[in-house]
């Protein structure tokens, strides 16, 4: 497509501070547009803005509301109230002026604009741009389209070995997690050297585009496989039954034991257990994540972050230290009536049965474990 420039807009007003000052929601959709591969050339003479300029904006722009990134420098004020006022632009109403707060306007601006980014100095240009579906780790990064390609990070979709991903613009949409479609074809989104490298799209081969749906961030499923998002086809004999078994999050601060579906390695069908796509060896369907990594299935223990069956653990009495218990102030311990556990492994009662006195001190409800037989005998 052949890129159009377009007339400058008036100039930007400058501030009390030592940059130049925009509406925020002109930067979002200039932001936007760049994101579908326009340029600096093509967007610049539209906000009147040197290079240099805009480097120094964009880098105080991007970081509105969040705490202690230093944007406060570029508009030469600590006060939120003042930045929000000048960022605010014509455009937006603030309903409540004195109690609005950056961060909720930056929320709210940033989708609206994604949805209808032709304002201001880029209400009549001629370049089309479609926001498909914001990403559901990355919560600044989109799909988009501007009618020749889908866009994510400023590049059109790719596959692993770089080559151009030809998808059908028309009928193409985020099913949730990192699964996508078009009428031909299911993709995922793979990501090579971990959080934060390089990502890519590839066909999910022999998947059902009319029965497939997207479970969580890494599994989904159709009417006859179960799949795993590193392109793996799960071959379960009961897809009817294949789901999320939900981590969980041990969180100290609210005092809460938080069930996670999305971001779960786990998954279950009538069979088998899956742990990252590959099938736990001897889980039943019954197991359930415990927290601090561990895991049973009311049978065995399995320290799953180190992919280990505790061998003589008793499932019973199985139990991590919870938000709201005394603990023992060890990553990754546990206990059962038998015995106390790091990493899986067991410890010595000898050495455990100090860091493990408060918590059975607090737990009246409990009789005799080891720690209480090691209390008898002192």
């Given at each position: 497509m052949r890129r159009t420039r377009v007339a400058r807009s008036k100039k930007a007003v400058p501030p009390a501070g030592p940059g130049p000052v925009i509406p925020f929601d002109v930067y979002v959709a200039a932001r936007f547009f760049m994101a579908m591969g326009r340029t600096l050339d093509d967007v610049l003479p539209l906000l009147d803005l040197s290079e240099a300029q805009w480097m120094a904006l964009h880098k105080a722009y991007d970081y509105l509301g969040r705490f202690d990134f230093g944007y406060q420098d570029y508009f030469g004020s600590d006060d939120e109230a003042d930045i929000l006022a000048r960022v605010a632009g014509p455009r937006w109403r603030l309903?409540?002026?004195?109690?609005?707060?950056?961060?909720?306007?930056?929320r709210e601006v940033r989708p609206a604009v994604w949805a209808k980014p032709h304002i201001g100095p880029f209400a009549n240009v001629p370049w089309t741009g479609v926001h498909i579906a914001t990403h559901p780790e990355m919560t600044l990064c989109f799909y988009?389209?501007?009618?020749?390609?889908?866009?994510?990070?400023?590049?059109?979709?790719?596959?692993?070995?770089?080559?151009?991903?030809?998808?059908?613009?028309?009928t193409f949409e985020w099913l949730g997690g990192r699964w996508l479609k078009d009428v031909a074809h299911i993709y995922g989104q793979g990501e090579l050297g971990g959080p934060g490298g390089r990502v890519y799209w590839y066909v999910v081969n022999g998947a059902d585009p009319a029965t497939f749906q997207a479970l969580n961030l890494r599994y989904a499923k159709d009417a006859f496989n179960g799949y795993y998002i590193t392109g793996k086809t799960l071959r379960t004999k009961s897809v009817d039954r294949f789901e999320i078994v939900p981590e969980v999050r041990l969180n100290f601060r609210d005092i809460s034991q938080d069930p996670l579906y999305k971001t779960s390695v786990f998954a279950r069908d009538a069979e088998h257990v899956y742990f990252y796509g590959a099938r736990l060896r001897g889980a039943r369907p019954s197991f359930r994540d415990l927290g601090n990594g561990y895991g049973t299935d009311?049978?065995?223990?399995?320290?799953?972050?180190?992919?280990?069956?505790?061998?003589?653990?008793?499932?019973?009495?199985?139990?991590?230290?919870?938000?709201?218990?005394?603990?023992?102030?060890?990553?990754?311990?546990?206990?059962?009536?038998?015995?106390?556990?790091r990493y899986g492994k067991p410890v010595p009662c000898e050495e455990a049965?100090?860091?493990?006195?408060?918590?059975?001190?607090?737990?009246?409800?409990?009789?005799?474990?080891?720690?209480?037989?090691m209390a008898c005998a002192r």
């Amino acid at each position: 497509m052949r890129r159009t420039r377009v007339a400058r807009s008036k100039k930007a007003v400058p501030p009390a501070g030592p940059g130049p000052v925009i509406p925020f929601d002109v930067y979002v959709a200039a932001r936007f547009f760049m994101a579908m591969g326009r340029t600096l050339d093509d967007v610049l003479p539209l906000l009147d803005l040197s290079e240099a300029q805009w480097m120094a904006l964009h880098k105080a722009y991007d970081y509105l509301g969040r705490f202690d990134f230093g944007y406060q420098d570029y508009f030469g004020s600590d006060d939120e109230a003042d930045i929000l006022a000048r960022v605010a632009g014509p455009r937006w109403r603030l309903s409540d002026p004195v109690n609005a707060t950056l961060e909720a306007f930056v929320r709210e601006v940033r989708p609206a604009v994604w949805a209808k980014p032709h304002i201001g100095p880029f209400a009549n240009v001629p370049w089309t741009g479609v926001h498909i579906a914001t990403h559901p780790e990355m919560t600044l990064c989109f799909y988009s389209h501007d009618g020749e390609h889908v866009y994510f990070l400023g590049k059109p979709l790719a596959t692993k070995d770089r080559q151009p991903l030809d998808v059908d613009i028309a009928t193409f949409e985020w099913l949730g997690g990192r699964w996508l479609k078009d009428v031909a074809h299911i993709y995922g989104q793979g990501e090579l050297g971990g959080p934060g490298g390089r990502v890519y799209w590839y066909v999910v081969n022999g998947a059902d585009p009319a029965t497939f749906q997207a479970l969580n961030l890494r599994y989904a499923k159709d009417a006859f496989n179960g799949y795993y998002i590193t392109g793996k086809t799960l071959r379960t004999k009961s897809v009817d039954r294949f789901e999320i078994v939900p981590e969980v999050r041990l969180n100290f601060r609210d005092i809460s034991q938080d069930p996670l579906y999305k971001t779960s390695v786990f998954a279950r069908d009538a069979e088998h257990v899956y742990f990252y796509g590959a099938r736990l060896r001897g889980a039943r369907p019954s197991f359930r994540d415990l927290g601090n990594g561990y895991g049973t299935d009311g049978v065995q223990v399995w320290f799953h972050d180190a992919k280990l069956l505790i061998e003589d653990a008793d499932a019973a009495t199985f139990r991590v230290p919870v938000p709201g218990e005394p603990h023992p102030g060890m990553h990754y311990c546990a206990v059962d009536r038998l015995r106390a556990y790091r990493y899986g492994k067991p410890v010595p009662c000898e050495e455990a049965f100090e860091v493990w006195k408060a918590f059975f001190e607090f737990h009246t409800d409990l009789r005799d474990w080891w720690w209480h037989d090691m209390a008898c005998a002192r």
